[in-house]
């Protein structure tokens, strides 16, 4: 249960004081009958609540999976250039989501987005393990050599060191990377320490999730056993055992 003028409020459609005098109009319905009362309580699963006549989806926790194109941007927004905002559906902008870390504007693949601020920090952090892998085109050829480099842990040109990390040659110019962290420009600084620079990279793999289905561009929500799979390997307090 939840207060009328919360989750207005929550729903981005007002200020207070514009709530209040919409409230005081005649202008929100629940469940076709007018409530004037901002303390109201209501079955948010359940009531229908309109403003003027339109539906009123409140915030409820969302999980997106975006397939990244390459030129975007990912930040919720930026004066020059296109976000990855900018392609989401106005349905899901509403809820208010954010990128969960960030790929580079050059970067494809998959990049999820949350309104859940504790997910994703912890979908990000180093601590919860939770495996990327990218799929590099580079110049030249990983060998033993720069996989047994990646998985002791590489020292990049400006002393950052990073966790081990696995290096799969696919062949000549091609490479499988996955790691537990996500710093700055981090698969591209990887590969060029080894003297194979990145010509593309794509992120094909977060968790257990994937881009299957998928078109760069194209979004989907995540399952409620999907998000629960997250919740699991991130151990939110919430998570079903
Ligand atoms: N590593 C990078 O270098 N770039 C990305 O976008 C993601 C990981």
């Not at 409530?35 to 359940?46: F, I, T």
């Not at 930040?75 to 900018?86: A, K």
């Not at 693949?109 to 601590?127: E, F, M, Q």
């Amino acid at each position: 249960m939840q207060r009328l003028d919360k989750y207005l409020s929550d729903a981005g459609v007002g200020s207070r004081r514009e709530l209040k005098e919409l409230l005081r109009a005649g202008s929100v319905t629940v469940n076709g009958i007018v409530v004037q009362d901002g303390a109201a309580k209501l079955d948010e699963a359940a009531d229908v609540v309109c403003l003027r006549g339109e539906r009123v989806e409140g915030l409820r926790r969302v999980v997106l999976l975006l397939y990244k194109p390459a030129g975007l941007v990912t930040s919720t927004d930026d004066p020059r250039d296109r976000t990855v905002m900018d392609i989401l559906p106005e349905r899901w902008k509403k809820q208010k989501v954010a990128p969960v870390g960030r790929l580079d504007k050059a970067t494809e693949g998959l990049l999820l987005l949350t309104n859940d601020g504790i997910l994703a920090h912890r979908l990000i952090s180093p601590k919860y393990r939770i495996e990327k892998d990218y799929y590099a085109e580079h110049e030249g050829e990983a060998g033993p050599e720069d996989a047994a480099a990646f998985r002791a842990g590489l020292v990049l040109s400006d002393g950052t060191r990073c966790l081990p990390a696995k290096l799969e040659p696919l062949g000549p110019g091609k490479s499988r990377v996955t790691v537990v962290e996500g710093k700055y420009h981090q698969v591209r600084r990887m590969l060029a320490s080894r003297q194979m620079p990145v010509t593309y990279l794509r992120r094909d793999r977060e968790g257990g999730l994937t881009l299957a289905g998928l078109k760069p561009g194209e979004v989907r929500e995540l399952t409620a056993e999907e998000i629960a799979a997250l919740d699991r390997v991130t151990g939110m307090p919430n998570a079903a055992r």
